[in-house]
């Protein structure tokens, strides 16, 4: 259990301190109005069915504490309470973010369900005779603030009944405990763990800080439903440390608010990404099937020469795994291998995973591009650019970027963009727009690597200006993918619905294993240095990222980790 110890602290007020009002978030909306989705079932209807619970995502607020605590070094933090919350639903928690943020968050509130069909809500083995939701035994105090600056914020912890948990934190500036009607605890067989996701405030002397949470298990079978509250503590948490709080649980099997096929296609038609690449793009993408039609060689170890694959992708070997014994590789012809290393951008189209996300409450549209060629790595040191001959190379490039639609609304919430081994989201009120709700996606020169905007961005040791270049700009080439796009998998939506192409189920490797002479090329690195900068040969395999010193051959689409699981930041 949380301690209920006070920490408060006090400013010293004098005639020469000014207070300034703290920024107040602003709401956010899209540049374009949502347009109505064709019908269906759940989808975009602002309730979602969880099983024993029904729940509603609440966006307006009512400022409850706000707190500025280095005096114009960071923004500060404001504490909201839902409001606006519809009759028979109840609070789960308090929401909180950064000032310098826009207001666009969100909170669950939950009502329980009353089924037409009794098994839809009891197969997972409910505790009979239980209610979903009670109202908590009591509050502990976590942590108390009173500042002459900040005035007094207090942080109460509901204290669930026996079998029910917690699922979020209370704000009030006030110290009497909150009433036990102002939220409900949910049945523990109905929860599942959730775990720290991003700090939102430290209190520098004080040992309190306060995390957003996502649940622990993530990914397109997963069940876990986040639930927008925020966790906080005044003892070290670690980033898998089971919580005092929980996230709620998607016991539908039906998924019933996630968009049939149609809505998928208008899904994509109104938020469909343009994809610009570098103006200097030597290595443009194609389709897959130009890829095969312009001599792409499927090779099998201990074999010569390679096979001719098939426009279709028919003769390849599928399923299994990547055990080594099939890999594919340009024309052995050098004209035509140098030709299919440009790529055809009048070919290319995004090809599309569909799949739920966190617990089906959203929906993650997966959009992945083929190059052909992944072009050599751009290294800086300093001030230093050095165009690398070979290192960074290898046929084939699988990248790709990520809608996330929140499916009570069919509202983008955020897109994700691959980043070589990582990547990062971004919530759609950072994010740049073009005809109408369109997100623009920029590709860098060479490594096809996805960011939000234009620039340079260093994959290395940013401290040290050392490693690789990502350039990324606006051009004359790129890819309207809510025109070009061909969907390939959506397994919710049940066998027959979508049919995959026969390359998607190829695991083996999309491109020879390379290996470099690493060696040779940063020893001419080192002799262009200056005396008094030059490192170790040692040191600088330390600064560079792994992939310099080789390439394996990659993978397709479904032998990556976000196939079924969450994307990786």
Same mark, same amino acid.
């Given at each position: 259990?949380?301690?209920?110890? &006070?920490?408060?602290?006090?400013?010293?007020?004098?005639?020469?301190?000014?207070?300034?009002?703290?920024?107040?978030?602003?709401?956010?909306?899209?540049?374009?109005?949502?347009?109505?989705?064709?019908?269906?079932?759940?989808?975009?209807?602002?309730?979602?069915?969880?099983?024993?619970?029904? !729940?509603?995502?609440?966006?307006?607020?009512?400022?409850?504490?706000?707190?500025?605590?280095?005096?114009?070094?960071?923004?500060?933090?404001?504490?909201?309470?839902?409001?606006?919350?519809?009759?028979?639903?109840?609070?789960?928690?308090?929401?909180?973010?950064?000032?310098?943020?826009? #207001?666009?968050?969100?909170?669950?509130?939950?009502?329980?369900?009353?089924?037409? @069909?009794?098994?839809?809500? &009891?197969?997972?083995?409910?505790?009979?005779?239980?209610?979903?939701?009670?109202?908590?035994?009591?509050?502990?105090?976590?942590?108390?603030?009173?500042?002459?600056?900040?005035?007094?914020?207090?942080?109460?912890?509901?204290?669930?009944?026996?079998?029910?948990?917690?699922?979020?934190?209370?704000?009030?500036?006030?110290?009497?405990?909150?009433?036990?009607?102002? !939220?409900?605890?949910?049945?523990?067989?109905?929860?599942?763990?959730?775990? @720290?996701?991003?700090?939102?405030?430290?209190?520098?002397?004080?040992?309190?800080?306060?995390?957003?949470?996502?649940?622990?298990?993530?990914?397109?079978? &997963?069940?876990?439903?986040?639930?927008?509250?925020?966790?906080?503590?005044?003892?070290?948490?670690?980033?898998?440390?089971?919580?005092?709080?929980? &996230?709620?649980?998607?016991?539908?099997?039906?998924?019933?608010?996630?968009?049939?096929?149609?809505?998928?296609?208008?899904?994509?038609?109104?938020?469909?990404?343009?994809?610009?690449?570098?103006?200097?793009?030597?290595?443009?993408?194609?389709?897959?099937?130009?890829?095969?039609?312009?001599?792409?060689?499927?090779?099998?170890?201990?074999?010569?020469?390679?096979?001719?694959?098939?426009?279709?992708?028919?003769?390849?070997?599928?399923?299994?795994?990547?055990?080594?014994?099939?890999?594919?590789?340009?024309?052995?012809?050098?004209?035509?291998?140098?030709?299919?290393?440009?790529?055809?951008?009048?070919?290319?189209?995004?090809?599309?995973?569909?799949?739920?996300?966190?617990?089906?409450?959203?929906?993650?549209?997966?959009?992945?591009?083929?190059?052909?060629?992944?072009?050599?790595?751009?290294?800086?040191?300093? #001030?230093?650019?050095?165009?690398?001959?070979?290192?960074?190379?290898?046929?084939?490039?699988?990248?790709?970027?990520?809608?996330?639609?929140?499916?009570?609304?069919?509202? #983008?919430?955020?897109?994700?963009?691959?980043?070589?081994?990582?990547?990062?989201?971004?919530?759609?009120?950072?994010?740049?727009?073009?005809?109408?709700?369109?997100?623009?996606?920029?590709?860098?020169?060479?490594?096809?690597?996805?960011?939000?905007?234009?620039?340079?961005?260093?994959?290395?040791?940013?401290?040290?200006?050392?490693?690789?270049?990502?350039?990324?700009?606006?051009?004359?080439?790129?890819?309207?993918?809510?025109?070009?796009?061909?969907?390939?998998?959506?397994?919710?939506?049940?066998?027959?619905?979508?049919?995959?192409?026969?390359?998607?189920?190829?695991?083996?490797?999309?491109?020879?294993?390379?290996?470099?002479?690493?060696?040779?090329?940063?020893?001419?690195?080192?002799?262009?240095?200056?005396?008094?900068?030059?490192?170790?040969?040692?040191?600088?395999?330390?600064?560079?990222?792994?992939? #310099?010193?080789?390439?394996?051959?990659?993978?397709?689409?479904?032998?990556?980790?976000?196939?079924?699981?969450?994307?990786?930041?």
């Amino acid at each position: 259990m949380l301690g209920c110890e &006070c920490f408060c602290w006090h400013d010293k007020h004098t005639d020469d301190d000014e207070f300034f009002p703290l920024p107040v978030p602003q709401p956010f909306s899209l540049p374009s109005p949502i347009p109505d989705w064709p019908s269906g079932q759940g989808f975009a209807t602002g309730k979602i069915n969880l099983g024993e619970l029904e !729940v509603v995502k609440i966006t307006e607020f009512e400022s409850v504490w706000s707190c500025d605590l280095f005096r114009g070094k960071a923004k500060g933090v404001t504490f909201y309470k839902p409001v606006g919350i519809p009759d028979g639903f109840f609070c789960l928690g308090y929401y909180c973010q950064p000032n310098d943020h826009p #207001l666009r968050g969100y909170v669950l509130a939950a009502r329980e369900r009353v089924a037409s @069909i009794p098994e839809a809500c &009891c197969d997972h083995g409910s505790v009979s005779g239980f209610p979903a939701l009670r109202k908590p035994v009591n509050y502990s105090l976590i942590w108390s603030s009173d500042s002459l600056r900040n005035g007094c914020g207090f942080f109460w912890l509901p204290n669930a009944p026996v079998g029910y948990k917690a699922m979020g934190i209370l704000v009030t500036d006030m110290p009497e405990e909150p009433s036990v009607d102002e !939220v409900r605890c949910v049945r523990e067989d109905l929860t599942e763990t959730c775990e @720290i996701k991003d700090a939102i405030l430290s209190v520098g002397a004080d040992p309190f800080q306060v995390w957003s949470t996502r649940p622990c298990k993530r990914g397109m079978f &997963c069940k876990g439903v986040s639930v927008g509250t925020f966790f906080c503590s005044t003892y070290f948490v670690s980033e898998d440390e089971e919580l005092e709080i929980a &996230c709620l649980k998607n016991l539908d099997p039906t998924l019933h608010a996630m968009p049939d096929l149609n809505q998928i296609h208008a899904l994509i038609k109104h938020y469909g990404a343009r994809v610009f690449f570098h103006p200097d793009e030597d290595y443009l993408p194609s389709s897959v099937q130009w890829f095969f039609k312009n001599g792409a060689l499927l090779c099998k170890d201990g074999m010569l020469k390679g096979e001719p694959i098939d426009y279709r992708g028919s003769n390849l070997p599928c399923g299994g795994k990547n055990d080594g014994a099939f890999w594919i590789d340009l024309p052995g012809d050098d004209r035509a291998r140098s030709n299919v290393k440009k790529g055809n951008l009048e070919s290319a189209e995004l090809y599309v995973h569909v799949k739920p996300a966190l617990g089906g409450t959203f929906t993650d549209v997966v959009m992945w591009i083929f190059c052909p060629f992944n072009g050599p790595a751009n290294l800086k040191i300093g #001030l230093m650019n050095i165009q690398m001959n070979k290192l960074g190379q290898h046929v084939s490039d699988w990248e790709h970027f990520t809608l996330r639609i929140s499916n009570f609304t069919g509202e #983008l919430w955020q897109v994700y963009f691959s980043q070589h081994s990582g990547g990062e989201w971004v919530d759609a009120s950072d994010l740049e727009y073009i005809e109408g709700n369109k997100p623009i996606v920029y590709s860098s020169k060479h490594g096809h690597a996805s960011f939000p905007h234009p620039g340079m961005y260093l994959q290395g040791s940013v401290k040290l200006g050392i490693g690789i270049r990502n350039d990324a700009a606006r051009s004359k080439y790129f890819v309207d993918s809510s025109t070009r796009y061909q969907i390939i998998a959506a397994e919710y939506l049940g066998d027959g619905v979508v049919t995959e192409p026969c390359w998607l189920n190829y695991m083996r490797e999309w491109g020879p294993t390379i290996v470099y002479d690493s060696r040779s090329e940063l020893d001419r690195i080192i002799n262009l240095l200056p005396f008094f900068v030059r490192f170790s040969v040692e040191n600088i395999f330390d600064l560079f990222p792994t992939e #310099l010193y080789g390439e394996e051959g990659p993978t397709g689409p479904k032998e990556k980790d976000n196939w079924g699981g969450d994307e990786r930041c």
